[in-house]
């Protein structure tokens, strides 16, 4: 049978990107690396075999997608920020077969989903190639990317896929994490001024929330959080309308999960928005 071995959310901010490089902002995300590189340790030390990424750049219209193609190889440039993130080579592979179980499950529990492994222009997102480069992880784990940014679903569906996920996982023969790839409050500034906000929050108000949020979890008051998901999405304007972070607490198994959560970044703002990268101990 196989087992969900680590559950994290995490950080996916370009601007560790330009972290690398040399300049004026080298080595502004060290924090954040050190966070995602502690989560790829944890994956290999765990002898994990396929990396699941709900991704809350791949925007969907309609239905639930999967992106699961054997070659997950290219270079990318995004098209939101090609000032931060450009010509950053990946090379991974796709597991078709945990992502088709996935699908299968969350079909069969009435919530339709597609996964495509044959469509090589199908191309994946900064969501999952960002915290991927940063766990030190290539071909060595495979890789199953779902969209995280439902245009128009209910959080209960997310919920359900990600029940569906879980199920999938035990049906396999597998080792396998999961990350919910997206921030916490994500309000961008207003152009005129969203140049000053690249180490700065939006809304003071949101920082309150993204800071009461996490404390939450750590002290494992999943239903208290749970119950401020919905508003919490919308008034702070969550990534993807948090559908990766909905996804995350169906696989962990929801109202009935009690772990207390383990913070491996800080919080930090990033380009006006609350980030962090977290881990959920899996019980
Ligand atoms: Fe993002």
């Known amino acids: 049978m196989g087992e969900l071995v680590l559950a994290a959310k995490v950080t996916h901010v370009p601007s560790m990107f330009i972290s690398e490089q040399d300049g004026p902002h080298h080595g502004c995300r060290d924090a954040a690396i050190e966070g995602l590189k502690r989560i790829g340790n944890l994956c290999k030390e765990r002898e994990v ?12 219209n309609a239905g639930f997608h999967i992106n699961a193609k054997p070659d ?18 990946y090379k991974h592979i796709g ?48 890789v199953v990317s779902i969209a995280g940014w439902m245009y ?11 029940e569906a996920i879980r199920q999938a996982i035990e049906k396999s023969d597998k080792r ?17 001024i969203v140049g000053d906000y690249l180490f700065k929050i939006s809304r003071p108000f949101n920082q309150s929330v993204d800071l009461m949020v996490l404390d939450l979890w750590q002290r494992g008051q999943v239903n208290e959080f ?35 959560a383990e913070i491996y970044t800080d919080y930090f703002p990033s380009s006006g928005t609350g980030q962090c990268n977290v881990v959920f101990p899996v019980i």
Not at 49 to 60: E, F, G, K, S
Not at 152 to 162: F, I, R, T, V
């Open 49 to 60: 075999d396929t990396i699941i990424i709900a991704d809350t750049h791949w925007l969907v």
């Open 72 to 89: 997950m190889s290219g270079i990318f440039t995004s098209t939101e920020f090609p000032h931060f993130l450009s010509n950053m080579s």
């Open 95 to 142: 597991d078709p077969e945990l992502g088709q179980l996935i699908a299968e499950c969350a079909t069969n529990n009435g919530v339709p989903t597609l996964c495509h492994y044959e469509v090589d222009t199908l191309d994946v997102q900064y969501g999952t190639l960002v915290p991927l480069r940063y766990m030190g992880i290539e071909d060595d784990i495979k």
């Open 152 to 162: 128009d679903a209910e959080l209960e569906e997310s919920k359900a896929l990600g």
């Open 176 to 192: 396998v994490a999961f990350l919910a790839s997206g921030s916490l409050s994500h309000r961008i500034p207003p152009n005129k």
């Open 226 to 260: 749970l119950d401020m998901l919905p508003k919490y999405a919308k008034d702070c304007d969550g990534e993807g309308g948090m559908h990766d972070t909905s996804m995350l607490f169906g696989l962990l198994g929801w109202r009935d999960y009690e772990g207390c």
